[in-house]
């Protein structure tokens, strides 16, 4: 049953942020500034709540089987289950729940409002129980034309933390009585994030330092100009997955673990290679995954992240001049200019038979190199 919770899904989130920033210019040209910055969400949009999930403690009190009978079974009477109404069971497909079948059943009649099989609280605008942090130094370098050059360049080091990475409302919480499951390093953490771009233009030609005169060595050799942009992170956080489930409660199932170190698994030679190694440790690693009991697994282990994601482009242009008011443009650019392959991970769901292993092209997360030449004439 979806339900508009009035007042608290029209509310809107609320933020607090708060920054420090010190800028020191170093030269006429070149300034160095360096800041932290922070945001702490509250009342983001979530989706978490299941308020008709039934109590952990049942499942250990009555048992899956007697949970999955009929609540007037001999063991269900025997157990001391009585209908939560005097019409429940009587009329199939009340309300979506309480017919006869599978939902007359000692769990339906267990439920807080045993008139409905679920209470969805993501279709009516989420529940806003979600929170974050945010915290990020940075620091930077910008350094305005002169001498043929420009370049700004950045680092950022951040973290994040949160049980509600998107505004588009994600599934229910794995228990709602223990939402502190779903606290976790963000889905796009990035702790470590440098950026770079520059241009800068040949110092031959006319005006320049070298062959500045107006014969063919200006022409062919002068106004040249290099630029590129090239970016290296890290990769986003990444968790494991289990086939099992809990039919007595929504949400999706994570896994049982020991610890969050380890998981990757070595390397045969010195990089990474998708024929002979896997991504992360066999199944075995990992210790048995009963079927009735939750996990205990965050969403994401930072500890356990995608590669790094490294790319260069690189352009070459030049204005050709024909005369006075007529002109071509050259310019040739390579985009991932090192050809760099970035791997996947292949399946992180602990049961399935390749887990950990890269099966084909859509472990491949970047594109390959490509390059393209363009002329463009102006009269």
Known sequence: MPWWQGKEATTPPAFITWNLSIQRQLSPTTVMETSYNASLGSGLQAGLLNYNQLNPALLTQYGATLLNSRFDSPAAIAAGIKAPYPTFGANPGLKGTGGWGTQATVRQALRPYPQYNSIDTASGGGDHSGHSTYHAFMIRFEKRYSAGLQFQTSYVFSKILTDADSYWVGGAAMDHFNRGLEKSIGQFDVPHNFK????????????????????????????????????????????????????????????????????????????????????????????????????????????????????????????????????????????????????????????????????????????????????????
């Open 196 to 379: 770079m771009g520059a241009v800068y233009d040949l110092p031959f030609g006319r005006g320049k330092k070298f062959l500045s005169g107006n014969g063919a060595a200006n022409w062919i050799a002068g106004g040249w100009r290099v630029s590129g942009t090239a970016f290296y992170a890290s990769g986003i956080p990444l968790g494991l997955g289990t086939s099992n489930s809990l039919p007595l409660f929504s949400g999706g199932l994570r896994p049982i673990i020991s610890t969050y170190d380890g998981w990757r698994a070595p390397t045969k030679g010195g990089d990474f290679d998708p024929f002979v190694d896997r991504f992360v440790q066999p199944a075995s690693f990992f210790p048995a995954q009963p079927a009735n009991t939750f996990g205990n697994q965050t969403r994401y282990n930072p500890k356990l992240r995608q590669f790094g994601n490294y790319n260069e482009n690189i352009s070459i242009a030049k204005s050709f001049p024909i005369r006075e008011q007529m002109r071509i443009d050259f310019r040739a650019e390579a985009f991932n200019a090192f050809n760099r392959v970035r791997f996947g991970t292949g399946s992180l769901q602990l049961q399935n038979n390749q887990f950990g292993q890269l099966t084909g092209a859509g472990d491949l997360l970047n594109s390959p190199r490509s390059m393209q030449v363009a002329l463009k004439l102006y009269f």
